[in-house]
Each structure stands twice: as C-alpha cells, then as structure tokens.
C-alpha cells in the first residue's frame, strides 16, 4: 500500500475487480493504492468497530448503508490499536461528523492511519456484484497510482488470495499481557489470540475472569503455565486450513478435559481439531444483523458476523470424533451454514460469530455465562 494527503471529495479514484470490473469514485481518507479481499458488510453502525477489528486484516470493506461517517470517531470505541482493513469503500461520506463523543471525522481517521479508499461508488450495484460473482481480490487507486485500467486490472490479479492465507500471526499479540477480572476475581482464562477484539476479555473480565492473552504463537506449555481454568481461542483473519499450529493446541487442550470455548476462527480450528473439514464461503458473513438458530435451545439470535470460511460438518447427526460426540450447535437461518459446534462429552463448545457485541446485538452474550457454567462445573 502507498499513500499520500488526504483526498476525500478531491482526487479521482477508482476500484477494480480481478474480474475486470470498475467503480470510479472520489478518494476517501488517503491517497494512493491499495489491495485486498472485496467483502461487504450489512451494518448499519458499528463502523468503527468494524475497521479496528483484526479480523478484517487484509480485507477491502464495502458499506452498505448509504450514509457512513456520521458520528465520527471516538477513542472509547476502537477493538484493537489500530485500523486493520487494508480499504474502505462507501457511497455517501458525512460531510460533517456529529456526535457528543466524536473527536475526529472518519475520513481523517483513515488518512491518519494510510488507509485508502473510494467514496461517491455505487455500493449497492458492487454488493450485488460480490453477492453474485463472490468475494474477489480488488485494488482501489487514486492520486499518482492512477493508470490504464489494463495496467491496474493485471496488478491485482498479482495481488495475494485470501485462500491459503496465513495471517493470524500478523495481527496477533507478540506479548502476554493480563486483562484482570472486574470485581472478585473467580477463574483465569488463558485467551490464545488469533485476532482478538479488546471487547471480547472484557466481557470475560464482566464474569470475574482473570483473562492471560497470548500470542497465537503460544505452545500448549504456555498455555497451561498460567493455570488456567478454561482455554479461549479468538477470532482471527486467513485460511483455517493454515492454522495447524493452533489446531495442535486445542487438541492438546481437549485431551486434557479443560473448558473450551472458541469464537469465529476459533469455530473453525475447533472444527479442524474434531476432523471436520472446511471451505471458503462464496461471499461470507459480515454485519451484525444475521439470524442465527441455537439448536439446543430453538432459540434465534440476530448476531455480528465476520467470516469468509466455515466448517463442513453435517446438520443432521451427531458425530463420533476422537473426542467424543459432536454435534453442530448453531446454523445459520439464511444459508445453512455451520455457526456453532459442542461437544457432547468434554466441555468445548464454539460459535462462528462474535457474541461481544462490538459492534452488534447483545443476543449472543449468554455465551460467555456458559463458558462460565463450564469452567463451575470443571472445578465442581
């Protein structure tokens, strides 16, 4: 990525798709050249969340809603230190923010941190490309980088897939740090982060968990040195068919019986670990206005998404694994797709979505209470 000044409502700008189509627009946030995943996503708020979440790593962000930028930022609302899409796409930007807690417009917040992006695009027109033709590799171009669209169509049809794409690494922690429990302090949760969000040991630390947060380097050794009472695994960015390092680790910590509890990529290596497969979706899950069924409960959840990949195992029946009986716990209401797994006979359960709530609906926060109930009934 190069960048330059800021350039909403000034230069010239342009997307294009690896298959060749355009968008031309105005820059937004900074000038210069960016590459990534197009993806979408249907929130409506939360944009702020959105791009600070780690998870988006290497992504460009199409925004549905029209209007984007109202409220400006703030700095209580951030998920991680830094902004970690690599572009962002909108239709109509806020020519003025308008907030009590807003220190900053968004497209100076972009600038600030060089991420590039195109505003004045038809996002509706681009959402329905995606939807039909999938999520695809894209570059945004404006100020000097712009150029014969031959030219920029072959640059980013060069431009990295997100299949076989190993990144939780690259967003992760490099040092343990510890987000202490608020309150009386009831258990110690080692977190191996893969890309997690500053939300998610919070809600934790709510319960009166002492959360440990590790790198997604960190060995079964590292894991069990802080004594842990229940084993965390994050949502992160890449290919879970990358992630062998940390499927390693969760089996070692569902051979040992200790409370399990993983979330979005997390969902994914705990798949991996039982011997289930898993696949790229067509254009993925992203917003915080999907319907999700607890199938032990019946329950419908209107929860926040951030997934291109999901795991392959069956709907319809339990599943003998190494580990015991597992069984697909949540589903998607909308495709199908596997939004939850739980094992019958250890204590390890998973979701595919973000049940923190940053950005999103609060449906989901009965998860961490069961996380919880686990790690009573392990000590119990």
């Known amino acids: 990525m190069t960048t330059s000044a800021r350039g909403a409502g000034r230069a010239p700008a342009v997307l294009v798709l690896e298959d060749g189509r355009t968008f031309r627009g105005r820059a937004y946030g900074a000038v210069g050249e960016t590459f990534g995943e197009a993806v979408f996503s249907t929130g409506m708020t939360g944009y702020q969340e959105t791009l600070t979440d780690p998870s988006y790593h290497r992504q460009v962000v199409v925004m549905t809603a029209p209007h984007v930028g109202n409220t400006g930022v703030n700095d209580e609302d951030p998920e991680s230190k830094r902004i970690w899409v690599s572009g962002y796409v909108v239709r109509d930007p806020a020519r003025v923010p308008s907030n009590w807690r807003a220190r900053r417009s968004l497209d100076d917040e972009l600038e600030s941190q060089g991420v590039v992006g195109i505003s004045g695009v038809d996002t509706r027109a681009l959402t329905r490309h995606l939807r039909e033709r999938g999520a695809m590799r894209v570059g945004i171009f404006s100020g000097d980088a712009l ?7 072959a640059r980013v049809q060069q431009a990295p897939q997100m299949v076989g794409a190993d990144l939780s690494a690259e967003v992760a922690t490099k040092e343990a740090y510890v987000v202490p429990a608020i309150g009386a302090k009831k258990f110690t949760v080692a977190a191996v982060d893969l890309g997690i969000k500053g939300m998610t040991p919070h809600r934790m630390a709510e319960r009166g968990v002492e959360v440990h947060v590790l790198p997604a380097t960190a060995t079964l050794e590292d894991v069990y040195a802080v004594e842990p009472d229940g084993v965390f695994f994050s949502n992160g960015p ?50 915080i206005n999907q319907p999700v069924q607890d199938r032990t409960t019946g329950k419908v959840e209107v929860t926040a998404h951030n997934h291109g990949f999901a795991v392959d195992a069956p709907l319809d029946r339990v599943t003998d694994t190494e580990f015991g009986r597992a069984e697909v716990s949540h589903v998607c209401l909308n495709d199908q797709v596997v939004e939850g797994l739980r094992l019958l006979d250890r204590p390890a359960f998973s979701v595919q979505y973000h049940p923190e709530a940053a950005a999103g609906p609060h449906d989901a926060a009965y998860l961490f209470d069961r996380f919880v109930s686990l790690m009573e009934g392990r000590r119990a």
């Open 147 to 153: 150029a014969e669209e031959a030219t920029l169509l």
């Open 238 to 287: 890449g290919d879970p068919a990358t992630a062998d390092h940390p499927v390693s680790v969760m089996r070692g910590v569902l051979e040992r019986g200790t409370p399990l509890f993983g979330i979005c990529f997390g969902n994914q290596i705990l798949g991996r670990a039982l011997g289930f497969g898993t696949y790229k979706l067509k254009y993925g899950h992203r917003g």
